[in-house]
T-cell receptor, first 117, second 113 residues
Framework: GAVVSQHPSRVICKSGTSVKIECRSL??????MFWYRQFPKQSLMLMAT?????????EQGVEKDKFLINHASLTLSTLTVTSAHPEDSSFYIC?????????????FGPGTRLTVT | GENVEQHPSTLSVQEGDSAVIKCTYS??????FPWYKQELGKRPQLIID?????GEKKDQRIAVTLNKTAKHFSLHITETQPEDSAVYFC????????????FGTGTRLTIIP
């Protein structure tokens, strides 16, 4: 149980275009999903917290107009990187917290490697 | 906000020996402390977690200890095996707040056969 999927796993796009990444909890409902960015050999940096049915909460320094987050259902959150530039190239990982009682654990998706040329 | 420090950054251990990774946190309100294992190019996987009302938790070869007074917690892996080689991240969060995890900088563990 507690499986999270992400799509696509890899994407290459041209500078100036937009890319949408989907994060799905497959066998549980998640009122809260989180989006992270991870640079090579570095830790996970939280970008934003996504709550179902409400606006996402962005971390300091993360441009909300550039990284659009939508959490339309209890099993799906999307991250859209708008007008992507080479510096946006990174590994993007989502996580989901089960909406069951007092469970606190977060389960991670397999990540999406974005390359902007 | 919360700040989590993790040491060491790299650790090499002979197969069969024990490995210990330590983390400190700054926010005394934090009450949930998970540990994740990440293999190269893969997702972080939750291996064990502990809440602040418990001082120690064990799951087979893995154990976590928590010292709330000193604000530090540690991961202990006994009888290490080659498949334990990975990057390990500690994290901290406050369950009654926004529940976001603050991660440590990671420890690259290498098990020497």
């Amino acid at each position: 149980g507690a499986v999270v999927s992400q799509h696509p796993s890899r994407v290459i796009c041209k500078s100036g275009t937009s890319v949408k990444i989907e994060c799905r909890s497959l066998d549980f409902q998640a009122t809260t999903m989180f989006w992270y960015r991870q640079f090579p050999k570095q830790s996970l940096m939280l970008m934003a917290t996504s709550n179902e049915g409400s606006k996402a909460t962005y971390e300091q320094g993360v441009e909300k107009d550039k990284f659009l987050i939508n959490h339309a259902s209890l099993t799906l959150s999307t991250l859209t990187v708008t007008s992507a530039h080479p510096e946006d190239s990174s590994f993007y990982i989502c996580s989901a917290r089960p909406a069951i009682g007092a469970r606190l654990e977060q389960y991670f998706g397999p990540g999406t490697r974005l390359t902007v040329t | 906000g919360e700040n989590v420090e993790q040491h060491p950054s790299t650790l090499s251990v002979q197969e069969g020996d024990s490995a210990v990774i330590k983390c400190t946190y700054s926010d005394s309100a934090s009450n949930y402390f998970p540990w994740y294992k990440q293999e190269l190019g893969k997702r972080p996987q939750l291996i064990i977690d502990i809440r602040s009302n418990v001082g120690e938790k064990k799951d087979q070869r893995i154990a976590v200890t928590l010292n709330k007074t000193a604000k530090h917690f540690s991961l202990h892996i006994t009888e290490t095996q080659p498949e334990d080689s990975a990057v390990y991240f500690c994290a901290a969060s406050y369950s009654l707040g926004n529940e976001k995890l603050t991660f440590g900088t990671g420890t690259r563990l290498t098990i020497i056969p």
